[in-house]
């Protein structure tokens, strides 16, 4: 009497043992879930048994590959879905499933597509979390020695699943993709936040209103008397041309008008007995006039060997050993005079980096030689034409005037220039699409 309940014990313990065995030997997930929903049949008599794995279905018994759209997948993928709304808790615990637990369709298509009982039995990883499970359905009610002996079969299954196919659990697919929507939506958000757009420029410290001096004549330049950036007063003397020529040319014109005015008074004299003498001297007068302007221009080229100064100021150039003995044409730019008081700020905007900007849009300049200390300014003038910096981009030149105690005039810095408000992914974003478009061509 006692012998055929043992019996059955270790007839039920080998098949156990079988089918874990079988689980563990599978080379494949293929071959693993074959195994899963029908070599465990003889263990608990169930007459159709799912596998799920991340919500879909992947192996049905007797079906060698399920069809996604056939009416028990659907059923047994929809049931899953609200299981998981319902309790996720019980997801991780093996359990007989009621039919309260889902809606009503869910039920008419359990009564006529699954056997009346079902039990849930759970695959979770390393961590507890359930990454898939199976359905198993049979005619008897499941006594909690099938559930003790199917949660041990599970955590086989488990384990050769994710030997085979290593997987962090996507089974909670709901809150996974809230986990994944809430930032994106919080970032999508963050593109849209208002940011003030700027660019960076290089700029340097010019006069304002300044004096441009310039050749007054085609010569070579002897000496410059003053200084870069050293305080003149009106009248002096502040570059010297070579007037070797000039002298020389003065001179001449000074004789020649002499010779002329000799030669007038001659005929002059022999006018009252010399009737071709009389017919002369309006021709000879004419001369005399002509020699007069040539000395009288010689005499002011002479002058003009010396550039004075026509108001105060500081003489503002680069370097002057670089002008000396070197020929200049007239009209030529040799420095300019600049009231320190009055200063400007003058900006060459890259064509790459031109923005929509105001009238009066803030400026902050910070000079190379203290870049810890900003300037502010607000912008005045913004040229409508591109032209060549001397490193040979093409920029805008971008006018502005100091709002604080203007630095020192010729110093240097880069100059940040706020524009608009705009989205911050346009402010991210212009550059890289502005590089795209140019690469390919639209």
């Not at 359930?130 to 949660?151: K, M, N």
């Not at 299954?157 to 929507?181: G, N």
């Not at 310039?214 to 003397?237: C, H, M, W, Y």
Request: proline share 6%; aromatic share 8%.
């Amino acid at each position: 009497m006692s012998t055929t309940p043992t019996s059955a014990s270790t007839a039920a313990f080998a098949r156990f043992l079988d089918v874990e065995r079988q689980a563990r030997a599978a080379n494949s997930t293929e071959e693993l879930a074959y195994c899963i929903v029908n070599d465990s049949q003889p263990l608990f008599g169930f007459r159709h048994a799912a596998l799920i794995i991340n919500g879909r279905v992947r192996a049905v018994t007797g079906v060698t590959q399920p069809a996604p759209h056939a009416p028990f997948v659907a059923f047994i993928e929809r049931a899953c879905t609200q299981l998981s709304s319902v309790d996720e808790k019980a997801l991780a615990k093996c359990a007989v499933i009621e039919a309260s637990q889902l809606d009503e369709q869910s039920r008419k298509d359990w009564q006529a597509l699954s056997a009346p009982e079902a039990l849930w039995s759970p695959l979770n990883d390393r961590q507890g979390n359930p990454f898939g499970a199976i359905w198993y359905a049979r005619e008897q009610p499941w006594q909690s020695t099938d559930q003790v002996l199917a949660a041990q079969l599970s955590g086989a299954f488990s384990h050769a699943w994710l030997a085979l196919e290593p997987q962090t659990t996507r089974w909670r697919r709901r809150q996974t993709r809230w986990k994944i929507a809430v930032p994106a939506l919080l970032l999508l958000a963050c593109l849209f936040i208002p940011v003030r757009q700027s660019v960076l420029a290089p700029a340097e410290v010019i006069p304002h209103q300044g004096r441009v001096v310039a050749a007054p004549l085609d010569g070579v330049i002897q000496s410059f008397t003053v200084l870069p950036n050293q305080s003149v007063r009106k009248g002096e003397v502040l570059v010297r041309f070579d007037s070797t020529t000039l002298k020389a040319q003065a001179d001449v014109a000074e004789r020649a008008l002499n010779v002329a005015e000799a030669e007038h008074r001659a005929s002059s004299q022999r006018a009252f007995q010399d009737a071709d003498s009389k017919a002369r001297l309006d021709f000879l007068a004419a001369q005399v006039a002509q020699k007069r302007a040539e000395r009288d221009y010689a005499n002011a080229l002479l002058s003009r060997a010396e550039i004075r100064a026509e108001r105060d100021g500081i003489a503002v150039f680069a370097d002057a050993t670089r002008w000396m003995g070197k020929p200049v044409r007239t009209g030529e730019r040799l420095m300019e005079l600049a009231d320190p008081a009055l200063t400007a700020l003058r900006i060459e905007l890259d064509v790459g980096d031109a923005i929509r900007l105001q009238q009066e849009a803030p400026i902050t300049l910070f000079l190379d030689s203290d870049p810890l200390t900003p300037h502010a300014a607000l912008l005045e003038r913004i040229a409508y034409e591109s032209e060549q910096t001397p490193a040979g981009n093409l920029a805008y030149r971008l006018d502005a005037r100091f709002t604080d105690t203007p630095p020192r005039i010729g110093l240097r810095g880069t100059a940040k220039i706020s524009g608009d408000y705009v989205p911050l992914a346009v402010y991210l974003f212009r550059r890289p699409l502005a590089v795209i478009r140019q690469a390919i061509g639209l």
